[in-house]
């Protein structure tokens, strides 16, 4: 299923009326093969007087389209249209409400009515901020759902919870389906819903005249009109109102936005085929750790390089860093120019001028550590390619030994990222701690036991089943949590943890992973860690104190990577890690 955005306007209602249309011909053509379903959500901003009417009567004109409403909520006693960024704001609770709803009724994609005009003045405001290069490429044809990060089954997640939840709908429904309904032990997050911008190649007078042909009322936004309003109704306004040069105009900023969507997409392709021939050595989803051995870009021919190819080679690095960093970073996205002095510190005969004999052995950027590691390292692969295909003797050539770093995650700051997980809510006569509840039989359902799926510091997704009386906390390990386990779990198991820390996560790096621990209600700054999580992707922690025998249980997934990096998921398996730090329950923690 596929999910329209509708505001009423005439954009979003030519792209209904197109794929009613689109819809019918299938079905007068008896290809119920080809038929796609639609679902219209119609988004009631609630930021001027009417606007639920207007909404109310848009749906009249959609009723065959099955539309839902969808109202933001602002703050009380305030009045949207006054606040500052208003455009910003109301951007970002239309695309929450739109994903959450396609999500909740299985759409994959989500359309919206964007054209050519909306296009050129992007660019246009782009450049009015100073943009260059990759800042004024204006709207993308498809992208990821914007304004969506942290949700599950919205931005780049839930493709298992989602195939779950329609088998779930079949089963209620009285159809036989798969027992079976999601892979277990999945290491990496999947899904996400897909934005599209079908009538982005089409001009809004064309839309006009399409709604018109189809006998199609559309509404108009009386704010839309008002230049003082927001920054685009102000480059509206520009361009309707003065006859502009030739380089301000329209087809000038769409000419622009072309070349260097070309460009950029050039260097994206290099990129992505240096990614495939780096050689990585691990990738240690338990900790988020990445060590690789970079292309070297020295020559003979260095001097004889123009200032023009080095630029562009620049470029190309940018975007391999970039994409290398993003696998163990926390942000949401890393900013283009903050690779520059990645790209300038790993290769800085890419910099006229650039001193060769000083070059650092480790710096940060992008929420990335950089660290630079000495050679051999461990021949270990996780190229899943057959070992004859991986490389040819020309691309090992261009893998030095001296390119070789270690990528982790940046060392936490003071905002130590957590959340808080209750207790379960359910009957508590329907949950036995002797069994095992799958979190995939209670999928996208208020009803399930289970935490909702939460994005932790930005790379790995965790929810738990806590069966305990007490809340829990997902936040940091900490050196204070060592002491407390080593007096707990005796000498002999210690090193055995200590041994694995070493290996999955050496040195500051363990201060990154995520700990399950309980809060005493009493004194909520404490708390008691029971589980390390990622060292596995799913465990379980029996406890057993004086009100009884009660069952912990959690599943990680780490998050989805860029469709260029190449994984063996199976040589990324490992044995989850149970802890118990208060002497009053019975240790069951496991080598």
């Not at 954009?11 to 219209?40: I, M, N, Y």
């Not at 009803?447 to 007490?470: A, C, E, F, H, K």
């Amino acid at each position: 299923m596929i999910g329209l955005a509708v505001s009423g306007g005439v954009d979003s209602t030519a792209l209904a009326v197109l794929c009613h249309g689109l819809t019918r011909e299938h079905r007068h053509q008896r290809k119920p093969h080809l038929a796609v379903k639609f679902k219209a959500f119609i988004v009631d901003h609630n930021a001027r007087e009417g606007s639920s009417e207007e909404a109310e009567r848009v749906r009249g004109r959609l009723k065959r389209l099955t539309p839902r409403i969808l109202s933001l909520a602002w703050p009380s006693n305030v009045k949207p249209l006054d606040l500052p960024h208003f455009e910003t704001q109301a951007r970002t609770l239309r695309y929450q409400a739109l994903g959450t709803a396609c999500r909740d009724h299985g759409c994959d994609y989500l359309m919206v009515g964007h054209h050519k005009d909306d296009h050129a003045e992007t660019v246009m405001m782009r450049l009015a901020s100073g943009h260059t290069s990759r800042g004024i490429l204006g709207i993308r044809p498809h992208t990821d759902l914007p304004e969506c990060w942290g949700i599950h089954g919205v931005h780049r997640s839930g493709l298992c919870e989602a195939n779950s939840q329609r088998l779930w709908i079949k089963h209620l429904q009285g159809q036989r389906v798969l027992s079976d309904i999601a892979p277990k032990n999945l290491i990496f997050e999947r899904g996400g819903i897909q934005l599209l911008r079908p009538l982005i190649t089409f001009n809004k007078k064309r839309l006009m005249e399409t709604c018109r042909a189809n006998a199609v009322k559309w509404e108009e936004d009386s704010t839309n009109a008002e230049p003082w309003r927001t920054p685009r109704n102000a480059v509206r306004k520009f361009f309707q109102s003065y006859k502009l040069p030739v380089a301000l105009r329209k087809d000038s900023m769409l000419a622009l936005s072309n070349q260097n969507r070309k460009y950029i997409g050039i260097q994206m392709s290099v990129a992505e085929n240096e990614l495939n021939q780096c050689d990585v050595s691990v990738f240690d989803l338990r900790s988020g750790r990445l060590v690789v051995r970079l292309p070297n870009r020295a020559s003979p021919e260095d001097g004889a390089r123009s200032h023009t190819y080095k630029t562009e080679l620049r470029v190309s690095t940018a975007f391999l860093l970039r994409e290398l960093a993003y696998a163990v970073s926390p942000l949401e996205d890393i900013a283009f120019g903050s690779m520059e002095p990645a790209v300038m510190s790993i290769y800085p005969e890419l910099f006229d001028g650039q001193n060769l004999m000083h070059q650092p052995t480790s710096f940060t950027t992008g929420g990335v550590h950089f660290q630079r590691l000495p050679w051999p390292l461990s021949q270990h692969r996780i190229d899943p390619r057959p070992r004859d295909s991986r490389k040819s003797v020309p691309e090992m050539e261009r893998l030095n030994p001296d390119f070789v770093w270690q990528l982790t995650r940046q060392p936490l700051s003071n905002e130590l990222p957590s959340f808080t997980i209750p207790p379960i809510r359910v009957n508590p006569s329907l949950l036995s701690d002797s069994d095992t509840y799958p979190p995939d039989m209670y999928p996208m359902s208020s009803d399930s036991p289970w935490s909702p799926w939460q994005l932790w510091d930005g790379r790995y997704w965790i929810r738990v089943l806590n069966r305990l009386t007490q809340h829990l906390v997902v936040r940091p390990l900490q050196r204070s949590d060592l002491r407390v386990i080593e007096a707990t779990i005796g000498g002999d198991r210690y090193k055995v943890l200590r041994k694995l820390l070493g290996a999955a996560a050496p040195n500051k790096i363990r201060w990154t992973l995520p700990a399950i621990a309980q809060v005493d209600d009493s004194q909520p700054s404490l708390s008691r860690v029971l589980a390390l999580p990622t060292l596995g992707p799913g465990g379980h922690l029996a406890v057993v104190n004086e009100k009884g025998h009660k069952r912990l249980e959690w599943q990680v997934r780490y998050k989805k990577p860029y469709p260029g990096f190449r994984i063996d998921r199976k040589s990324n398996t490992s044995r989850p890690l149970r802890l118990q730090s208060d002497p009053a329950y019975m240790p069951t923690w496991n080598d």
